[in-house]
T-cell receptor, first 111, second 112 residues
């Protein structure tokens, strides 16, 4: 099992649609989790951290299921500006500072 | 403004030459990181540093070297031993080991 695995995509959705991304991780000792977005030829930018209780930021909702080692990101009412690659990121656990990045899922929101 | 800067944005070098990529942060973060990203691939960790004068190899350290003489600076040298150096190089920093990482704008290195 890969350390961090995401839906391969790409996702093409119309404006206003709801889209969900899924991610699984292999290290049960992982302690922190994030979703980043990366625009074409730009650096990744933090979208939101993911907490065990789940968290919401406007149209974005992130969920963590530690038992299943599963993370999700839900985007409601998609906007054209949401078009980007979404990266699932997991702290590898242990005493080091290492984050492991998924390969990302490309989302295109169409007018 | 606080942030991470990388320079140059684009860099071209000939085979056999060493080149150094700059990374500076004024966020007062202890930890700094270097990644490379190839087209269609995820980020891969080259080196990271938890504190000044200390650094560890990441997953793909061969052909690279770093230094951490100051908290604010973490330069990466791509040596001639790196067999496939053309890539997008990203520097990041974080306040602690569980915190989110913040990225610089990246340097695109092309070997001619």
């Amino acid at each position: 099992r890969k350390e961090v695995e995401q839906d391969p995509g790409p996702f093409n959705v119309p404006e206003g649609a709801t889209v969900a991304f899924n991610c699984t991780y292999s290290n049960s000792a992982s302690q922190s989790f994030f979703w980043y977005r990366q625009d074409c030829r730009k650096e990744p930018k933090l979208l939101m951290s993911v907490y065990s209780s789940g968290n919401e930021d406007g149209r974005f909702t992130a969920q963590l299921n530690r038992a299943s080692q599963y993370i999700s990101l839900l985007i409601r009412d998609s906007k054209l500006s949401d078009s980007a690659t979404y990266l699932c990121v997991v702290h590898s656990g242990g005493s080091n500072y290492k984050l492991t990045f998924g390969k990302g899922t490309l989302l295109t929101v169409n007018p | 403004d606080g942030g991470i800067t990388q320079s140059p944005k684009y860099l071209f070098r000939k085979e056999g030459q060493n080149v150094t990529l700059s990374c500076e942060q004024n966020l007062n973060h202890d930890a700094m990181y270097w990644y490379r990203q190839d087209p269609g691939q995820g980020l891969r960790l080259i080196y990271y540093s938890q504190i000044v004068n200390d650094f560890q190899k990441g997953d793909i350290a061969e052909g690279y070297s770093v230094s951490r003489e100051k908290k604010e600076s973490f330069p990466l040298t791509v040596t001639s031993a790196q067999k496939n150096p053309t890539a997008f190089y990203l520097c990041a920093s974080s306040i602690d080991k569980l915190g989110e990482q913040f990225f610089g704008p990246g340097t695109r290195l092309t070997v001619l």
